[in-house]
């Protein structure tokens, strides 16, 4: 995957250029508008955390949206962690 291979041009090309990302959680990044902003986070965690990898354990999708647990994968400061949420995409 782009994720993976930490190929963060062409997975910023798989957004739509008015993308808006909306983190709900209460320490949460808030909103996000373009898809620089959006992967801009996914790079955050990676410089946080080189070794984290999303993954995908479940996704519903439709023909307007989908719905996916992801959980976030890796390491930091000597420990393993894990960071599930939730997306709720509208196409």
Request: proline share 4%; glycine share 8%.
């Amino acid at each position: 995957s782009r994720l993976a291979a930490r190929d963060w041009s062409a997975l910023t090309a798989l957004f739509a250029p008015t993308v808006v990302a909306r983190d709900h959680r209460l320490v949460g990044w808030g909103e996000l508008r373009g898809p620089e902003a959006f992967v801009g986070t996914m790079r955050a965690m990676v410089d946080l955390a080189p070794d984290a990898q999303g993954r995908l354990d479940h996704l519903r999708v439709s023909e307007r949206a989908l719905f996916a647990q992801v959980i976030w994968t890796g390491t930091r400061d000597g420990g393993s962690f894990e960071s599930p949420f939730l997306w709720v995409v509208e196409f």
